[in-house]
């Protein structure tokens, strides 16, 4: 009743100064938090209204003046929040400034970084936080504010840093990252502009004002409601997963689990923990979200009522909150839908690698839902806003563009595919068992235009990924492509000798570096690596901080080299550099060999970062008496999620029968003009495959070094003399034939050497050589050799065959070598995994005192053993100037003369995986988003407050 | 008190006026409705006629306490044009209080009286 007089009162008054100093005098009482003084102070101004004889603003004064300032209670809780909270924000101005200026240089020097979300990033490092820290000032010493929002702000803090955190690990340009920080950093800007306008509230400002803060308060609630309804079956669902692994792990304190929301966890308990932590914390963040927006939206309403802002105002508040019901009716639809159990099937037929059932239930679907099925997986749940006869037959093809509509993009991030990060792959390898049809180049930009637009309601568009996990469908957006990735692996005797075998193209006009982070299996001792077109460039072991020097500055001087590093306890990182831009005269392709032993099946090679990388295929080999254990995966998630549990499966078996037989076909063309190495190569890799064809693995080598050019007469007595320093040449031929058999594992297989054509003297010389091959030395290795020049068009294909399948004697053409049943030399893996299990030993029992003389008694051992031990890395280099170098360096850090190389702190730090799935990030991020919604609106009634009592 | 104006500047006179009024005012509302019922503005305005002004923001909260203790009680009465007033009285806990302060103060002052015309 009150109010309303009052409300009244206002309407009498004939200025507007006048209006407004009652307002703010209402306003000031309002905020008053004893009911009954508030009360007794409104009467008191009615009173004072009513006996004035005339209204106008200095009367208002003189009664403004009357009551004066209303003390505020003494709030020792907010005040230690607050100061908890300067806390912080002093921590991270002061952390976050150097990690500014780093983001910023790498903006401005890193060509590939020079886009709009990492600048953001940079400057969302530099802004908000300074913004923060002058805020919280503010707070501490206002005291304006009430302690849940200082504690809010206590708490957004933690999780701020926890993401600068996350930016300076070295896969900071991972793409989900980056969005998230932009994100954050533009709702931070957004932030600061409202609340400018607020406090700049006069006028038709103050008009602008109220109506972005109906319409804010609207929507957020209608938002925060929908987020909080879904966010509730999502943390609900993630927090039933984890108690339960926690339950049937609690002896084991590890876990290896996949959960639903959050797929392939690989966590310690205490790990576990943490996530539990998050995930109640997450649903928190929504609950209170609600409720204090659905307060504002209250207050907001009860404002523009008793102060008449007029019509539009309570039409923009309603129409922010119209989008509740929407958003409810699409979240009940989706989750009720009778067609979503054959989604579901389709979804965990895809996951779990059953390519029967995920035929059989595409089957299930007709012509039509098939095209929308494959929609269905771009955005996928936008099939539930319409019934099943009303949805159009959008065709992939040539309509996934039309997803540009502001209200799908709007509502994009809450009806995205809850999978993970290979979503476009999925859509693509859908889209291929749908149509029996590789989906092309112009659909996957579609894919990738919708997914990276629709993402944050189509406000801005970050480009394209640059880095981070690549999928199928980036290969074109990647610099170097892995083209292949052969992993073969040989029973040895106490464990398996795994061979990993790279080989990089590149897709840019520059020289570029591959870099790629794998993990092994417990347990693996690396023993190898090589690098070159033709693998010719043994890797040492050297002192890890020698390598990496040497590394720097052979890129520097644009030679090859290529480092392995130990970077976790099971992880490793390999660099490989260059990589030469097709068309440059090198060649364009890159190859590294990496092996290791390991003494058990327990896992295998996980790839776990790629930068400027993009899987092209990956095949895994083994156990040739089974003709389907070749598996080609042609993406990171495929290899990881399909390949990698099949092949374990299969290293099972083939652990238990020991069988593996391997043809391989060894192409000499080193004296070839470049046209002619190609046309070999190619008619030997027909051969290989009418090998396979058979049933039989064929693994082509190419065993020497191609010249690109014989060159004209004049060059060729250079050239010739060149010629005859490299492999296989001259009269040492036969030997060194016999050295690449034996170093490259080749000794149980069966192996049918090719020879260019015998026009070329030098060829045939070397040709020739071979009659002198002493067979003893190829252990038990058969060698054919073949001539196959200008006859190989009428190859006896079957006869050839045939006598492999027998054994292999017969040769067409050419000269036969018999095998001998010499025993292969079998490799001792176990002794070196004893060996390094001694050295991690001494690394753990290192002291101060003497961690220097144990560092580099371990990098001796590791060198002597050829493993790769801790404080040690594998570096393949290509030049003398690297080798001295590199000697010089290690023999500095042997007689003590250089600091420590490569501290092995990163090593011993416990590991803990946290999930990469695009959901959990989703959460991060809403949680993130809603924080910062929160406190805008927290922070704009506080500023209604100071500017109203300042006008006072 | 030759540095007079130097005080003032500081504001400290200000502070010492604030401080004196604070601890007296409860004893002065208990007085003056001891005299008869009174509405607040009533109230305030005998004060002010003994030269102690206070705000709205100041009674209100203070006059509120005061009847949470139990030392006033308050009658509403709405008067012809719709306005509410609030008719406060003094409680017995109120007189007893107010004996007490009154006793003190005397006592107070006259110390204070002593120490300042010695």
Redesign the interface.
């Known amino acids: ?2 109010a309303i ?1 009052l409300y009244k009162k206002k309407f009498e008054l004939e200025d507007q100064k006048s209006r407004e100093i009652l307002q703010g005098l209402a306003i000031k009482i309002d905020q008053v938090r ?1 009911k ?2 508030r009360q ?2 409104k ?5 004072d209204l ?1 006996e004035a004889k005339k209204l106008d603003h200095e009367q208002l004064q003189k009664i403004a ?7 505020e209670p003494k709030r020792i809780f907010s005040k230690i929040l607050s100061l908890i909270a300067l806390g912080f924000n002093s921590l991270i101005a002061l952390a976050v400034l150097p990690l500014a200026i780093v983001l910023l240089s790498l903006w401005a020097s890193e060509p590939e970084l020079r886009n709009l979300s990492f600048l953001l990033t940079a400057l969302g490092a530099v802004v908000l936080p300074g913004f923060m820290l002058l805020w919280s000032i503010v707070l501490f010493s206002k005291q304006r504010y009430g302690a849940v929002t200082k504690l809010f702000l206590a708490a957004f803090l933690p999780l701020f840093m926890m993401a600068i955190i996350k930016l300076i690990i070295p896969n900071f340009e991972n793409e989900q990252l980056n969005i998230f920080l932009a994100v954050t950093t533009l709702t931070g800007l957004a932030y600061i502009a409202i609340q400018l306008i607020g406090d700049a509230g006069h006028g038709g400002t103050r008009q602008l004002y109220i109506a972005v803060k109906a319409l804010i308060n609207g929507l957020a609630t209608s938002i925060s409601g929908y987020v909080l309804a879904i966010w509730s079956v999502g943390a609900a669902t993630v927090l039933a997963s984890i108690l339960v692994e926690l339950a049937k792990n609690l002896n084991n304190l590890s876990i290896n689990t996949n959960i639903y929301y959050m797929p392939d966890i690989t966590a310690s308990f205490i790990g576990l923990v943490f996530l539990l932590i998050f995930a109640i914390f997450f649903l928190l963040i929504p609950v209170y979200a609600f409720l204090v927006y659905a307060y504002d939206t209250y207050k907001s309403l009860r404002y523009i009522h008793k102060w008449g802002y007029g019509l539009h105002n309570y039409a923009l508040l309603a129409a922010g909150i119209a989008l509740m019901p929407l958003l409810v009716i699409i979240f009940t639809v989706t989750q009720f839908n009778p067609d979503l159990a054959k989604y579901k099937e389709l979804e965990r037929a895809y996951t779990e690698g059953d390519f029967t059932a995920l035929e059989k239930v595409i089957g299930d679907f007709s012509e039509a839902d098939k095209h929308d099925l494959a929609r269905l997986h771009v955005l996928p749940r936008i099939y539930m806003l319409d019934s099943r006869k009303q949805r159009a037959s959008i065709r992939l093809e040539d309509k996934v563009g039309e997803i540009s509509q502001l209200g799908l993009r709007l509502l994009a991030p809450f009806l995205i595919y809850k999978g993970n990060l290979s979503d476009e792959y999925l859509a693509a390898k859908v889209y291929s068992i749908a149509f029996d049809a590789d989906i092309n180049a112009e659909q996957a930009d579609y894919i990738n235009w919708v997914n990276s637009n629709s993402s944050f309601g189509g406000l801005f568009d970050f480009g394209r990924r640059t880095g981070g996990e690549a999928t199928a469908l980036d290969i074109k957006a990647q610099k170097v492509v892995l083209e292949e990735f052969f992993t073969t692996v040989e029973k040895q005797e106490g464990g398996l000798l795994t061979t990993l075998d790279f080989k990089f193209l590149s897709n840019s006009n520059l020289e570029e570096e591959a870099v790629m982070v794998f993990s092994l299996p417990e347990d693996s001792v690396v023993t190898d690596l090589k690098l070159g077109q033709y693998l010719q460039n043994q890797g040492v072991v050297a002192p890890r901080a020698a390598a990496q020097r040497v590394y720097q500055a052979s890129i520097n001087r644009r030679t090859d080299p290529a480092l392995l590093e130990q970077i976790g306890p099971r992880t490793f990182r390999l660099r490989v550099y260059p990589i030469f831009p097709r068309g440059s005269g090198n060649p364009d392709w890159q190859r590294v060999q990496i092996k290791f032993e390991s003494d058990d099946v327990a896992g295998l090679v996980k790839i776990e970062q790629v930068r400027n990388l993009a899987i092209g295929n990956t095949r895994v080999k083994l156990d040739l008496q089974h003709k389907e254990q070749q598996l080609a995966a042609s993406s990171l998630f495929e290899y990881n999620q399909i390949a990698r549990p099949a092949y374990k499966q299969d290293l099972q078996v083939y652990k238990q029968t020991g069988e593996q037989r391997e043809y391989t076909l060894l192409i000499d063309n080193s004296f070839s003009a470049s046209e002619f190495s190609e046309e070999s190569k190619a008619k030997a890799v027909e051969f290989a495959r009418k090998l396979a064809a058979e049933g039989y693995e064929v693994a082509v080598y190419s065993y020497s070094y191609k010249v690109d050019k014989l060159g004209d007469s004049r060059d060729l007595v250079a050239l010739q003399a060149k010629i005859s320093e490299l492999e296989f040449r001259g009269p040492s031929a036969s030997d060194k034939l016999v050295k690449f058999i034996n170093s490259n594992d080749l000794m149980d297989q069966q192996i049918i050497l090719f020879r260019d054509d015998s026009e070329h003297d030098l060829n045939q010389l070397s040709f020739s050589k071979l009659l002198s091959l002493d067979i003893d030395q190829l252990g038990s290795a058969s060698l054919h050799v073949y001539d196959f020049g200008e006859q190989f068009n009428s190859l006896p294909q079957d006869l050839l065959l045939l006598s492999l399948a027998n054994g292999g004697q017969v040769f067409n053409g050419g000269i036969e070598v018999q095998s001998t049943t010499q025993p292969v030399e079998v490799f001792k893996a176990g002794s070196k995994l004893q060996k390094l299990a001694q050295l991690n030993a001494k690394l753990r029992s290192l002291q101060a005192n003497n961690r220097s003389a144990l560092a580099i008694e371990i990098f001796k051992s590791g060198k002597q053993e050829g493993i790769l031990a801790p404080f040690t890395a594998y570096i393949a280099l290509e030049t003398d100037w690297q080798k001295v170098m590199l000697d010089n360096l290690t023999d500095d850090f042997t007689n003590n003369n250089s600091q420590q190389p490569g501290s092995t702190d990163e090593i011993n730090i416990e590991q803990i995986s946290f999930p990469e799935s695009a959901d959990y990030k989703m959460v991060l991020m809403l949680g993130l988003i809603c924080s910062i919604l929160l406190l805008a609106a927290r922070r704009q009634q506080g500023s209604q407050k100071k500017l109203l009592q300042g006008r006072v | 008190m030759d540095n007079l104006g130097q005080v003032d500047s500081t504001g400290k006179t200000d502070n010492f006026e604030t401080s004196l009024k604070k601890g007296v005012i409860e004893m002065l509302i208990l007085r003056v409705l001891g005299s008869g019922e009174h509405y ?2 009533e109230i305030t305005q005998q004060l002010a006629k003994g030269g102690i002004i ?5 009674f ?2 203070l ?2 306490r005061m ?1 949470k203790d139990g030392l006033v009680n308050y009658k509403i009465v709405e008067d012809s ?6 008719y406060y009285s003094i409680s017995p806990q109120g007189q007893q209080q107010l004996a007490q302060m009154q006793q003190l103060w005397q006592k107070f002052s006259q110390s204070i009286n002593l120490i300042i015309n010695d």
């Open positions: 009743m009150i007089n004893d009954e003084t007794d102070l009467s008191s101004l009615l009173a009513m003046s009357n009551i004066g300032p209303i003390p | 607040s503005r206070i705000s709205d923001g100041t209100y909260p006059i509120n009847r044009s719709g306005v509410i007033k609030k």
